[in-house]
């Protein structure tokens, strides 16, 4: 979604987090991350017959990349239900799909130059922040993780790769 910035002369390119299987569920960022962290873990091993103190390391495997970012989300200018409109639409990115047997593979975009991060909701914190005079929570704030990945198997499946 592209919109234009009060006072500016850009466009504002807005964040999407979307499912790409299973019922597809897409979630636009009301407001767009301050940062984003992408971590990228290399495993290494000292190789086990090594003496001295410059090992020989071993590298024993790819990891993936994990995303990490916060996102806010504010309706108290329209007095809106910011549980409905976008919280419940991130859970069920992070819940079992019934069809699938686990949760979809999401993919995580910001404009056409910000890398498209590909993989599944590791962790989700939902931090509610503000709320109208009857309870509706109208701010909140969501810490995001995601585990980079390119395909996924459910249980099911992956006991059966391993028969």
Known sequence: MISHVPGGSGLLVKGVLASTEGSVTTVEFDFNPS?????KPVAWQKHKNVVGDS???EFTGAEPKTLACDLL???FEVHGDVYAAYISKLDKLALV?????????CTFTWGSKFPVFKGVIENLTVKYTLFLPDGTPCRAT???RMKQASRLMNKQEAEAAHT
Do not use: A, C, G, Q
């Open 73 to 75: 989300f504010d309706m």
């Open 97 to 105: 799909n019934e069809d699938l047997k686990r949760p979809p593979l």
């Open 142 to 144: 969501v810490s995001l």
């Open 55 to 57: 090992p020989t390391l």
């Open 35 to 39: 940062e984003v962290t992408i971590d």
